[in-house]
């Protein structure tokens, strides 16, 4: 519904909202008006467990009422246990790699320490980071060098130096550009989700694997949006079989709570000491109350094998849409491509019909519920879009 918000005070970086959210509880939204919506976006793959889960949105309240913040300057004793779950959850949940973290407040700032940490690393024996078009790092300068959407350049000028960019899952191209000059690091989503869910053949990233550890360069996996159970494993480098020397994490991991992080082996970690990164919020009390809970949660409810074995079912019925000629992803990270372009209008019309889907391209449409999420709740999102397909001229 159109409601009666002045949003003329903030900066116009978004178009105006088609509707605007005033409560959400598990896989389902509100507005003003008290209408509800299935929400299969999740604020872009960020609540996973569901919005306002109860176990995350308690632990938030009474770290709230305990230690919100304390500087970096002094510990807290939740960020040292946060780190050593997530490095753990790195080596697959069994037992800890050995890594370290470092703890930042979105996913840009995530790959703006892989990118310091990569410079500091190499000792001054170059800068270039080579990363894929279509590829997305966030909006920062030099995440969105990195970010392969050239379009998003364009007005920004000059953008940082050191980034260049190959065609994605071409395992040549990826050659070549690392053995130019000065590289230090790739820089890789494993599968492209802001550039439509676009998943590399299962030989891409072992190859760029081989490539770093023949050249020295660091790989760097962007896990921000695949992080977290969200493809069918703890990250979705694990399918793989590798371990990348850095990677890159955010929006699941509060749940909702604006959080990110960057996890390093230590031989590579090590590069960084006192005084050469910071942020001042970065592993705060609130915010690691958020990411425990979340994980803990996570790991309760298993969430991996939730996102695998919903994510089947779900990429089934997708394929019983009319008019969709293949659907693309992993676990619970899909994609629905059509025949024709009518991803927005789609988007819309399910919007209008109380289904939040994201139209990622022109003919994609994104698709990204909570883990959680039941299968009577993708019947009934599926059954909406298969009625709004049937609508359509
Ligand atoms: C969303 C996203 C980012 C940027 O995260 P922000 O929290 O918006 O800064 C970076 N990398 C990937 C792969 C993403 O999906």
Redesign the pocket.
Known sequence: MTTAVDRSALMHTYRDPSVTFVKGSGTRLYDAAGKEYLDFVSG??VTSLGHCHPAVADAVALQARTLEHVSNLYGNTLAPDVASTIDRLIGGGEERVGGQVFFSN??????ECAIKLARRYSGGRGANVVSAFGG?????LA?LAATGQIEKHAGFEPMPAGFSHVPYDDVDALVDAVSGPGVIAVLL?PIQ??GGVVVPSSDYLRAARRICDESGALMIV?????GFGRTGSWFAFQRLGLVPDVV?M??ALGNGF?V?ACWAKAEVAAAFGPGDHGSTFGGQPLAMAAVRATLDVMERENVCERARVTGEYLRRSLLTLPGVKEVRGEGLLLAAVFNNPIAGVVAANAESAGVLVNPVRRDTLRLAPPLLVSNDDVDAAVGVIRGVLRSLP
Request: proline share 4%.
């Open positions: 872009l793959a979105s996913g840009a700032e995530a790959i997305f790092h966030g909006r920062t995440a989503e989700g802001e962007d896990e921000v949006q695949t890159t955010a929006k604006p990110g």
